[in-house]
C-alpha cells in the first residue's frame, strides 16, 4: 500500500525557532523574552522566513500558522 504522506523537515516549533536562530546570527537570541519582546525586525524575519518554509514545503501549512518565536 502506497501512502501519499509527506515529510517535512521540520515538525515542531522548537526545530523551527533552532533553525530560525541558526540561519540569522545577526539576531540576539533572549531565552528569557517571549516574541512580543524581540525588536520588530527580528520578528518580521522570523515572519518571512516561515513564510518560506511554508511555502518551500518544509514545514505543513499547519505549523506556519501556530509557530511563534
Given at each position: ?19 530560525f ?20 525586525d ?11 518554509l511554508a ?5 505543513s ?8 518565536l
Amino acid at each position: 500500500m502506497h501512502t501519499n504522506m509527506k515529510t517535512y523537515a521540520y515538525t515542531t516549533q522548537a526545530t523551527v525557532r533552532a533553525a530560525f536562530w541558526a540561519e540569522h546570527p545577526r539576531f540576539k537570541q533572549r531565552r528569557d523574552w517571549s516574541q512580543n519582546d524581540y525588536p520588530t525586525d527580528t520578528r518580521c524575519a522570523f515572519v518571512d522566513y516561515v513564510d518560506n518554509l511554508a511555502r518551500d514545503g518544509l514545514i505543513s501549512a499547519e505549523l506556519a500558522q501556530v509557530v511563534t518565536l
